[in-house]
């Protein structure tokens, strides 16, 4: 078990290990009380500049060596995701379209 506390801040890594980002917050099903994503943030310097994007949990490993996250996601990937609207956090149809650009099973699935 890990705090939700714990997990902002971690970083994001490919499987290169290089630094794609840090994870910025959780968001948790209401109902389902799974967690659905790890909002991302990316890019930029300092903070100034960086984007955020909501990464399906699905799509994140620990790695102890590390101590951060390990995704097969690339930067590419990330500037192409679906763009996100006012109330994307409850909106299925871009929880779809966000779970299939990452290949991955939706969590209310």
Do not use: C
Not at 79 to 105: C, H, I, K, L, M
């Amino acid at each position: 078990m890990v705090s939700s506390t714990d997990v902002n801040g971690t970083a994001v890594y490919s499987p290169s290990g290089d630094q794609l980002g840090e994870i910025d917050h959780l968001m948790i099903d209401k109902q389902s009380g799974q967690i659905a994503y790890a909002v991302m943030t990316f890019g930029g310097f300092l903070g100034i500049g960086s984007d955020e994007h909501p990464l399906p949990w699905k799509k994140l490993s620990f790695d102890t060596g590390l101590a951060g996250f390990v995704t097969d996601v690339t930067q590419e990937q990330l500037t192409g995701a679906p763009q996100r609207s006012e109330g994307w956090f409850d909106d299925r149809d871009y929880a779809r379209r966000n779970y299939d650009y990452y290949g991955v099973s939706p969590y209310w699935i």
